[in-house]
């Protein structure tokens, strides 16, 4: 148990649809970043919020957003879901100041399949 | 660029050591991780390493750096089938730059 909570657990989705993922960072992280992990890869790192602010991004799409929240909860919204979006999305947070600390805690994913 | 890399499987008889290598490209990455994947779950943090270091010793886990290569070894002494998993490199600068993962099996 990391303490990371994301929701749903799973998610069918059609193309073109939109969807909004959540994730509740560990008490007392002020950081959380986004990751998409497809069948067989790595993580690819989508953004990261701190303190509310988006502090760094990868190579997605601008139809990839996110919020985080005073609480430092946060969410990830697709528009336009493409097939190739279907995959494992993962949250971690972090106590850091906008970089990575030593421990990164990650959920435990949000599986979305795209039809 | 920043890019990671990992063998893609590794199979060890229990009770042999296991040793999974890495490499990466960043030289300004303070930390490099190890992540432990399990089927159907999240990643779960197994040590890290700061990039001042050359060794870091954590139970039956031994994390080598060599930061003038770049190369980046994780060993499991005493593999046991618990281990079975997707072992992940990561390196860290400005965000957390993951491997392909490395499948590690065990054969009895």
């Known amino acids: 148990e990391t303490g990371v909570t994301q929701s749903p657990t799973h998610l069918i989705k059609t193309r073109g649809q939109q969807v909004t993922l959540r994730c509740s960072s560990q008490s007392g992280h002020n950081t959380v970043s986004w990751y998409q992990q497809a069948l067989g890869q790595g993580p690819q790192f989508i953004f990261q919020?701190?303190?509310?602010?988006?502090?760094g991004r990868g190579n997605f799409p601008p139809r990839f957003s996110g919020l985080q929240f005073p609480n430092y909860s946060s969410e990830l919204n697709v528009n336009a879901l493409e097939l190739d979006d279907s995959a494992l999305y993962l949250c971690?947070?972090?106590?850091?100041?906008?970089?990575?600390?030593?421990?990164?805690?990650f959920g435990q994913g949000t599986r979305l399949t795209v039809v | 660029g920043e890019d990671v890399e990992q063998s893609l499987f590794l199979s060890v008889r229990e009770g042999d050591s296991s040793v999974i290598n890495c490499t990466y490209t960043d030289s300004s990455s303070t930390y490099l991780y190890w992540y432990k994947q399990e089927p159907g779950a999240g990643l779960q943090l197994l040590t890290y390493i700061f990039s001042n270091m050359d060794m870091k010793q954590d139970q039956r886990l031994t994390v080598l750096l060599n930061k003038k290569d770049k190369h980046l070894s994780l060993r499991i002494a005493d593999t046991q089938t618990g281990d079975s998993a997707i072992y992940f490199c990561a390196e860290s600068a400005s965000k957390i730059i993951f491997g392909s993962g490395t499948r590690l099996s065990i054969r009895p």
């Open positions: 971690a947070s972090s106590d850091g100041t906008g970089g990575w600390n030593t421990e990164a805690f």
């Open positions: 919020y701190y303190r509310e602010e988006e502090n």
